[in-house]
């Protein structure tokens, strides 16, 4: 059975989307600083912003999937490599060699079913005082077959980042909600295709 929508075709879409993933990335951008590690790069929608705006920066791309590996092995260069790495592997983090000032993690926690152990391996490899940067999907009455065909194992909201964030070394220096205004759209996908 195919699935209706899948994290290719949102990152397909997502990579033609330049004004939402400008405004995005400068949300971002003034919490990257030093060696950068993209994790879960996707097609390199990101991943081409910060190689632009940090261009002396050692800069790690990342992703589990291989099709987007080679994609974004098109983007490496003296400075910016690209390693596959599943975000709960712990193992996988062994590959990075560089010291991680910052990370950032842009639609990929709610793909991890231990986001715990991957938070926690994050944080292993981030230099003291480094940051790291998430995006998640909001608000849990908002999962839909969106979410299911995209792989997601669950939607957030700011008790249960917390929470998560609790559980390892990091403390929450900022914590907003992102995008608002689409909720009334997103729920209209619940009701008509849920059962």
């Known amino acids: 059975m195919k699935k209706d929508f899948s994290q290719d075709d949102f990152l397909k879409i997502l990579d033609k989307a330049d004004r939402f993933t400008d405004w995005m990335y400068g949300e971002i951008k003034l919490f990257l600083k030093g060696d950068i590690f993209e994790l879960g790069s996707g097609f390199g929608t990101y991943s081409k912003k910060v190689i632009n705006d ?4 050692k800069i790690v791309l990342s992703d589990i999937d291989e099709g987007r590996i080679n994609k ?7 400075n910016v490599s690209v390693s596959k790495i599943d975000i709960s592997d712990r193992k996988d983090f ?8 910052s990370a950032f993690a842009l639609n990929v926690l709610e793909h991890i079913e231990d986001d715990i152990s991957a938070l926690n391996n ?27 065909d995209a792989g997601h194992y669950r939607r957030y909201t ?5 929470e998560s964030i609790s559980k390892t070394g990091f403390k929450i220096r900022k914590m907003f909600y992102f995008n608002i205004w689409l909720v009334p759209e997103w729920k209209y996908f619940k009701k008509p295709h849920d059962k």
Do not use: M, W
């Not at 940090?54 to 920066?57: I, S, V």
């Not at 974004?72 to 003296?78: A, H, I, T």
């Open 122 to 148: 994050v944080y292993d490899i981030l230099s003291p005082g480094g940051t790291f940067v998430i995006l998640v999907p909001a608000h849990r009455f908002l999962f839909n077959c969106i979410d299911k």
């Open 72 to 78: 974004l092995k098109e983007l490496q260069s003296s």
């Open 54 to 57: 940090f261009p002396n920066n």
């Open 94 to 101: 062994e590959k990075i060699k560089a010291s991680i000032d």
């Open 158 to 162: 700011k008790k249960s980042v917390s």
